[in-house]
């Protein structure tokens, strides 16, 4: 090749395949370097997550990884005065100075009460929380964790009941078949969501081939601006709505899959005057009713002829009805009128596309693939974020979610999947990862460790609590944020009798002070309360500025090592037919500066902790269940070993794929595939698994939970009637707010180009935010702004009755619900160290409420606000 | 290219049209003619953290190349990835879009995917009345 003058000659030119870490969706990329810099990121076309496909956000890496504001050192706070506002004074320090202060102020922790210790985690990071996490806190004896997404960005309703439901974290429809999606404030299939760029291409196709979409949203999200129809609907009142559609299809239709109901669902159990179940006095099994045979049975006697759904009948003198009559009765007070007066939706509206989904439904019909006939149900009701983010998530979500297990529509063709799919048999050489559902002694499914701290069903067992979040006490809890960022936490820690205070924090990437909920609530009621704070981190954020004292240079995801990104398999594979990917990350470029490797360093500390033995343990145990099957024996790290992080990698690998497959063969192109079954995707039919449409465990749950708070003198501290077998809608505290003063409704949307509070930094990322009208402004309907003499780009500030408020300027626009704003992302923010991000869009966050009042007292989860 | 001084704006015989930043003066006259706004005038390569930030390998990496392809004081615009097209890839945006919306391909042969599409999705281009029969085409909401 001829050079011209000038040029210079390329020594290297190389691509490396990896997995983008921008988001937790986790696709498959590849980079390429030339001459030592990592100039361009791109999809792998190898990698199930993806398929060669990526979003801007996986594009903008490189800018990421090259940001001059990263954190390159350790760096220990000069003032020794915490808060926001604070000038954190921060010095550069040496690796050895940094650890050996960790080291000496864990050492004291674990000599006193090493219980005093709480990790904190990002989302955005999820496959490395899953080791240095798991194995640090088991190793030095803690349970206290908290995962930053947590907070008002997290699904803990949303992914409780679809762990009961559908064995998933998620569920997204089977855009390969699908006819009808029902979408309730979520925008999985045009950006955001799980598994994003694979189901913009999936609901692309759909949408092409005809796949009608109706949107429930307050505002004209871009789903619903691509959907067939918007409709505006109050925000937190989803739930009224979808009951209102049950009630219109069981009880005006009669619309029901009769047989998916007698065989995949509760639905035929008797339920006794007393709610609970008619068990058999021998087996202690529930029982159904032969209408046949006109007799008792347990629910799996082989002799059954047919199951009665419909009618109460006399069991040993106690007049007993089955779940499915209870549900469908219950429906009926949710008439559409009642629900037009709540949700601000049309009851001639909520009939008509009741009727359209039920109808869509095909009850009855099937379709052959792969040679394998299968129940065939083209209609999909989803939610996530605008469903769940408000007081009373879980049955809101489970509301929505009931209207597919009526007409049969879940985890068959066509119909609402489980993302992932929760159901693997594992690569073929080796039959790992493997992992499938199973029935309990009441024949409902239980999830194996796919749903990780999600694992829904059974409950678990309420006892005394020993966390700062009372976790432990609630059977329906996955993260309880509000109980500690309460400002009554001393009084509830007393009341309850927890014996330590907070010591040390240990963070991994979460800005909790932006995340959460109020930034100075949440900093002065919890965050301040800990006396020792270190942060990994690869920028400098809130967080840090205001509570950490040590601040250690991670690494970021193009930089390390991670032996399992996509399993276990939550967020990244597309659904329906196709690949499983296993994918690992590794750097594409060697650390920079003095940045090192988040689980290189929690490994270091527990061997310098002489913990290390513990360490390796936690996680040997972790693995039959999160990736899928026992380890073999010599894959099992052994005690008093000295392992480096990458032979901890290559183990597990090789364990998962055969011995010679580890670490070397998955880095060839970062990932490693095999053909996705039939009956693993649309596994209802093909496994013998039954999923509660009658949820009878609550009120047993309820009972303990009670118990365990009259104990202690709170019996009153929630009110627990709402942990019960049938779903209702409850409003949200601001429903309730019966003054003229505050007005309007805001909520928070995810804009598409912007992870949590992660990518504002991110100058790519920030030019396109800038660009588009509404990513950092305040979406107010014309006439609202017209009533209050407001123009566009004008400045305001938005106040809630507690008396907290925040600051940003409005965009007018026909596409929101009048009563409504709409603020996206989780933007807003002030650290001087991020001065892309500083000043950009809106912090809603501060807007959220922390304290019991705010707190959902069920189901699900004690968590959350509205 | 009618208003371009010293025809650095160019159409090729595929069609494409090209700035030729060794011509180019910047006078912006096609930015101002331009009836789609599809000309921007970059002045100077700025940096994206500040001038007080020493070029991070990216930013160097991309300056060289902005320079090579587009130069600084000059006009610029979309050429459809012309040297991507010269080594038979498609441009840039047609593997970045993650719902596969867009199509390039050969107007002159009817048989060609684009020109197919155009005849089946109703496609169209934006505002014909100027008469520039622009080779961008839009197919229509289904």
Redesign the interface.
């Known amino acids: 090749m001829a050079l011209e003058k000038g040029q210079s000659v390329v020594k290297e030119d190389v691509w490396i395949g990896t997995s983008c870490g921008q988001c937790y969706c986790q696709c498959g990329v590849r980079a390429h370097r030339?001459d030592?810099?990592?100039?361009r990121v791109?999809?792998n076309p190898k990698a199930a997550a993806g398929q060669?496909?990526?979003?801007p956000k996986g594009?903008a890496g490189?800018?990421l990884?090259?940001?001059?504001?990263r954190v390159n050192y350790p760096l220990k706070r000069g003032n020794p005065k915490k808060g926001i506002g604070v000038d954190p004074q921060w010095q550069r320090i040496s690796w050895e100075e940094a650890m050996d202060t960790i080291v000496e102020k864990l050492r004291e922790t674990y000599k006193k009460d090493p219980r005093a210790c709480l990790f904190q985690a990002t989302t955005t990071q999820t496959s490395e929380i899953r080791f240095a996490v798991t194995g640090f806190m088991k190793a030095f004896g803690f349970t206290n964790y908290w995962v930053s997404g947590g907070g008002v960005h997290c699904g803990n309703g949303a992914h409780f009941m679809n762990g009961i439901m559908h064995a998933a974290w998620s569920i997204v429809p089977d855009f390969q078949h699908c006819n009808y999606v029902l979408n309730f404030g979520c925008s999985k299939g045009h950006?955001a969501g799980h598994v994003?760029?694979?189901n913009?291409?999936q609901?692309?196709d759909a949408?092409?081939r005809g796949c009608r979409t109706v949107v429930f949203d307050p505002f004209l999200s871009a789903q619903a601006a691509k959907g067939h129809e918007w409709v505006p609907i109050r925000v937190g009142t989803d739930g009224a709505a979808a009951l209102a559609m049950i009630n219109v299809i069981l009880n005006e239709l009669g619309i029901y899959d009769a047989e998916y109901i007698k065989l995949k669902t509760n639905g035929s159990y008797l339920i006794k005057p007393d709610g609970f179940y008619k068990r058999d006095p021998k087996t202690n099994k529930p029982m159904i009713w032969d209408r046949v045979e006109g007799k008792a049975k347990t629910f799996d006697d082989p002799s059954i002829v047919d199951y009665e759904l419909l009618e109460s009948v006399n069991v040993d003198g106690e007049t007993c009805t089955p779940a499915f009559r209870l549900l469908k009765d219950h429906v009926k007070s949710y008439p559409p009128e009642k629900a037009e007066k709540i949700t601000g939706v049309p009851a001639s509206t909520l009939r008509r596309i009741a009727k359209e989904f039920a109808e869509e439904a095909r009850i009855g019909s099937k379709i052959v693939i792969d040679g394998k006939e299968i129940p065939y149900r083209p209609v999909a009701a989803i939610f996530f974020r605008g469903a769940q983010g408000h007081v009373n998530s879980g049955w809101t979500c489970l509301s929505i979610d009931l209207l597919n297990h009526i007409v049969g529509a879940a985890d068959t063709v066509g119909s609402s999947l489980g993302l992932g799919p929760p159901n693997s048999h594992g690569y073929p050489d080796t039959g790992k990862p493997n992992t499938v559902m199973y029935a309990d002694d009441d024949g409902l499914m239980v999830a194996k460790g796919w749903v990780y701290d999600h694992k829904a069903y059974p409950l678990h067992e309420p006892k005394a609590p020993t966390r700062l979040d009372l976790h432990d006490m609630f059977p329906t809890s996955i993260y309880n944020c509000f109980t500690i960022c309460s400002p009554d936490n001393e009084k509830l820690w007393q009341q309850f009798k927890i014996p330590y205070r907070p010591e040390i924090l240990i963070n991994f990437g979460s800005n909790s002070v932006m995340t959460n909920s109020n930034a100075e609530a949440i900093t002065e009621n919890y965050l301040k309360k800990f006396k020792f704070v270190f942060s990994f981190d690869i920028y400098l954020t809130e967080f840090t500025d205001a509570v950490a004292d040590i601040v250690l240079p991670d690494c970021c995801f193009l930089e390390r090592y991670t032996p399992a990104v996509t399993f276990p398999s939550i967020f990244s594979h597309p659904q329906g037919l196709g690949n499983w990917g296993w994918q690992i990350r590794q750097p594409v470029i060697e650390p920079m500066y003095e940045r090192r490797d988040f689980n290189e360093i929690m490994l270091e500390l527990a061997k310098r902790l002489g913990i290390a033995d513990k360490y390796y343990e936690a996680l040997n145990a972790a693995v039959p269940t999160r990736y899928g099957g026992p380890l073999n024996e010599e894959n099992k790290l052994k005690p008093g070993e000295d392992y480096t992080w990458q032979e901890i990698c290559d183990r597990l690998i090789r364990d998962r794929f055969g011995p010679d497959k580890g670490l070397e063969y998955a880095k060839k192109d970062g990932v490693i595939t095999w053909p996705k079954k039939v009956d693993e995707i649309y596994w209802k039919w093909f496994l013998n698994v039954r999923v509660p449409i009658y949820f009878e465990f609550f009120p047993v749950g309820r009972e303990k939970v009670k118990k365990i708070a009259e104990q202690f003198g709170a019996g009153d501290m929630l009110d627990w009637s709402r942990l019960k077998a049938l779903p209702d809608w409850y409003p949200c505290p601001t429903h309730m707010y019966d003054g003229t003063e505050y007005d309007l409704y805001p909520f928070y949307w995810r804009a598409v180009m912007h992870t949590n509070s992660l990518t504002m930094q991110n100058?790519?990322l920030d030019e396109i935010a800038q660009q588009d009208p509404y990513a950092y402004t305040i979406q107010i309907h014309t006439e609202t702004a017209k009533k209050k003499g407001l123009q566009d780009l004008d400045w305001v500030w938005l106040e809630n009755p507690e008396g907290h408020r925040v600051k940003g300027q409005v965009r007018l626009t026909e596409g929101i619900e009048p009563q409504h704003l709409a603020i996206a992302a989780c933007a807003g923010h002030w650290t001087p160290f991020q001065?892309?991000a500083k000043g950009k869009g809106v912090f809603f966050n501060d807007l959220v409420e922390a304290d019991l009042a705010h707190t959902d007292p069920h189901p699900v989860h004690a968590v959350r606000g509205s | 290219m009618k208003v371009c001084p010293t025809q650095a704006t160019q159409q090729r015989s595929d069609g494409i049209v090209t700035v030729d930043k060794d011509l180019c003066v910047g006078c912006k006259y096609c930015a101002i003619a331009c009836p789609y706004g599809a000309r921007n005038f970059v002045e100077k390569w700025t940096s994206?953290?500040?001038d007080d930030?020493?070029l991070?390998?990216?930013?160097?990496?991309?300056k060289k190349k902005w320079i090579e392809k587009f130069g600084e004081g000059t006009s610029t615009k979309c050429d459809f990835c012309v040297e991507r097209v010269e080594k038979g890839l498609k441009p840039a945006c047609i593997?970045?879009?993650?719902?596969?919306?867009r199509y390039f391909g050969d107007l002159d042969d009817p048989e060609s995917e684009v020109s197919r599409l155009i005849k089946t999705e109703r496609g169209f281009q934006l505002a014909p009345e100027f008469g520039t029969n622009p080779r961008v085409y839009y197919l229509s909401p289904?």
């Open positions: 030339v030592g810099v990592v100039i791109e999809g060669g496909r990526i979003c594009v490189p800018m990884l090259y940001d001059p504001y950006g994003a760029v694979e913009a291409f609901a692309a949408r092409a100058p790519w001065p892309i | 994206y953290f500040g930030q020493p991070s390998p990216l930013e160097e990496y991309g593997p970045g879009c993650p719902a596969n919306a289904r």
